[in-house]
């Protein structure tokens, strides 16, 4: 069964460094990897997606993930954060036989001025 | 850009009453699939619907839930008779076909169990 593990709950930084919000996955089978976005009181929206393609895959607003099949992990980035990223992020990984989403427990990214 | 739009979004509803979460996918997707997330929690799985039938559920999804498609655009989540610990953010969400591409989410209903 697929599983994605999110590593620390909540990751502050400031205005302008690097942001780094991990993601550890386990499947039996190539993973189909994606990472979402929730801004306050909103839906999810897809930053990213994994597919079997390039490891390094770019996603809207900046940010980027590699994925590392050596290290099982699907690490999200951005070089330089802003104050509108601020939000939660969630890893999520495809599972069952329609391509139900199983999702982490999810980051939430706090930017200081 | 096309969206997902979910009705209301926010419900209040007595203990034991039954209640319709509403959806309306975008209208050229086949895939619809309903989620929740409790306060706090992680997103969680509900149902997946294609072709005017269950296609998968999980185990949350018991005899207190179903699933239709009434009129080909609406797509409604009904929990026939609420439990305290129903009370969670419900998302619907759809994709165009099968494969590999990202689902578009609704802004979710967050229902409120008193």
């Known amino acids: 069964a697929q599983s994605v593990t999110q590593l620390g709950s909540h990751v502050s930084v400031s205005e302008g460094a690097l942001v780094l919000l991990r993601c550890n996955y386990s499947s039996s089978v190539p993973p189909y990897l994606f990472w979402y976005v929730q801004y306050p009181n909103q839906g999810l929206q897809l930053l990213l997606k994994?597919?079997?393609?390039?490891?390094l895959v770019k996603g809207i607003n900046g940010f980027e993930a590699e994925f590392k099949k050596s290290e099982t992990s699907f690490h999200l980035t951005k070089p330089s954060a802003h104050m509108s990223d601020a939000a939660e992020y969630f890893c999520?990984?495809?599972?069952?036989?329609?391509?139900?989403?199983?999702f982490g427990k999810g980051t939430k990214l706090s930017v200081k001025p | 850009e096309p969206e997902v739009t979910q009705t209301p979004s926010h419900q209040v509803t007595q203990m034991g009453q039954e209640v319709i979460l509403r959806c309306v996918p975008i209208?050229?997707?086949?895939?619809f699939y309903w989620y929740r997330q409790i306060l706090g929690q992680k997103v969680e799985f509900l149902v997946s619907?294609?072709?005017?039938?269950?296609?998968?559920k999980s185990e949350i999804f018991d005899d207190q839930f179903s699933v239709e498609r009434p009129d080909g655009s609406n797509f409604t989540l009904k929990i026939r008779s609420t439990k305290l610990e129903d009370s969670a953010m419900y998302f619907c969400?759809?994709?165009?076909?099968?494969?590999?591409?990202?689902?578009?989410f609704g802004s979710g209903t967050r229902l409120t169990v008193v």
């Open positions: 999520a990984i495809r599972g069952g036989s329609q391509g139900n989403l199983i």
């Open positions: 619907f294609y072709n005017n039938e269950i296609s998968e």
């Open positions: 994994y597919t079997s393609a390039a490891t």
């Open positions: 969400a759809s994709k165009r076909r099968d494969g590999n591409y990202g689902y578009t």
């Open positions: 209208s050229n997707h086949l895939y």
